[in-house]
């Protein structure tokens, strides 16, 4: 008996085996293909704030960024990099909204120049994805299978037929899951990365149509291209690699001149982003349920959450887009505190924020 499985082993399935092993907690890791094999493994794993004017996805990632940056330095100082980035604006819209970040930004501001544009410098940082995923679960069972069945059964969960836990965290991305209710959609955004030779020596980070790593003996990682319309498990036809380098290779282009390049490596996996850009952390609305109450009105404006069914001992991490790295340490930690009862999530993150649109959306399915 396991007290918790996680399903899943990207940056979010890593991030919560991580937290909860260290609270003692005995843990079962579940992945179809092993440690960051899907949209982890192909992530440029750059830590860095979203330069916006505002909202609610700059102010999580902001405090996200802040977090991550001490969180990996502290205990993975092995598999973190400090470096300067450098952001520099894609047309005249953004540098406008970088000039008016840089004037409200509470960040120290780097005086690195460039020519290209309006750009903001900070210390920021660079993760080696697959190491640091590998370095989170130590002392965790991995059991590297899909998970085809979820069942619970008298106060325990069963997967697979074969391994009993008290609690499920699922952390699948945008890759299919056991777990199938109409309210959660996620977006599948395919990314490929590369890494190359070159002899162009690049001292930070740059970040403007696609992101560029600092050099090290003579390589740089060139990542990544965001393909919305490519699916591994919807398409028919296989991803074309030498299509993709070419385009990571032209939009690097754009922001440096790369001499003598040679691609050495590619990586490439599907990313999850949610519909409104937050993530998604917390507990899993269980819709047939919940559309039983008819004491519930779900055409009010502001739902109350606490009045929905949910999935005993189920909850989820996913939705973090192209800033993976950036928020997983930050939500599995909020997560774990949540899962251990000493504290709660915000409903600006929770699952249930999609079940109360599309219950008000999808008033004629109600039953």
């Known amino acids: 008996m396991y007290d918790i499985a996680i399903v899943g082993a990207g940056i979010n399935g890593c ?10 907690k005995k843990v079962i890791l579940f992945d179809m293909d ?34 991550s940056m001490t969180f ?29 970040y840089k004037e409200k930004t509470s960040l120290e501001l780097l005086s690195l120049s460039s020519e290209l544009n309006e750009s903001v410098s900070i210390n920021a940082g660079i993760v080696d994805a697959k190491s640091m995923c590998e370095a989170m679960v130590k002392g965790v069972k991995l059991v590297k299978q899909k998970v085809e069945s979820l069942v619970y059964d008298d106060t325990v969960w069963v997967i697979n037929e ?17 777990i199938k209710e109409p309210y959660l959609e996620l977006r599948g955004v395919w990314g490929h990365r590369i890494d190359i030779k070159t002899t162009t020596n690049n001292p930070h980070s740059i970040h403007q149509f696609v992101s560029i ?42 922001s440096i001149e790369l001499e003598n390049v040679e691609v050495i490596r590619d990586y490439m996996g599907l990313r999850s982003g949610s519909f409104d850009y937050m993530p998604l952390i917390g507990r ?31 909850y989820m991490i996913n939705g973090s887009g192209g800033y993976g790295f950036v928020l997983a340490p ?29 219950a008000k959306k999808n ?3 109600l039953i």
């Open 162 to 178: 074969s391994y009993s836990v008290k609690e499920v965290v699922l952390a699948t991305g945008a890759y299919e899951g056991v």
């Open 213 to 254: 790593s600092p050099s090290e003996h003579g390589e740089l990682a060139i990542g990544a291209t965001h393909n919305v319309h490519y699916h591994p498990q919807k398409n028919a036809d296989a991803y074309d690699i030498n299509s993709g380098r070419e385009e990571l290779l032209e939009k690097a282009s754009r």
């Open 15 to 24: 991030s919560m085996a991580y937290e909860l092993h260290k609270e003692g």
């Open 363 to 365: 008033d004629n399915i």
């Open 72 to 100: 990996y330095e502290k205990n993975f100082p092995e598999c973190f990099k400090k470096s300067p980035l450098l952001h520099i604006a894609k047309d005249e819209a953004e540098a406008q909204t970088l000039k008016e």
């Open 330 to 358: 930050y939500l599995a930690n909020i997560l774990k505190s949540y899962i251990t009862g000493s504290d709660k999530i915000s409903d600006r993150v929770s699952p249930a924020r999609f079940f109360a649109r599309w």
């Open 284 to 314: 899993v609305v269980l819709s047939s349920e919940t559309l039983l109450n008819k004491t519930l009105n779900f055409k009010v404006k502001k739902a109350d959450y606490s009045e929905y069914e949910y999935y005993p001992n189920l």
């Open 34 to 67: 092993g440690i960051a094999s899907g949209g982890s493994g192909a992530a440029g794993a750059f830590i860095s704030p979203k330069f916006s004017k505002s909202g609610e996805l700059k102010e999580i990632l902001g405090e996200a960024f802040t977090y």
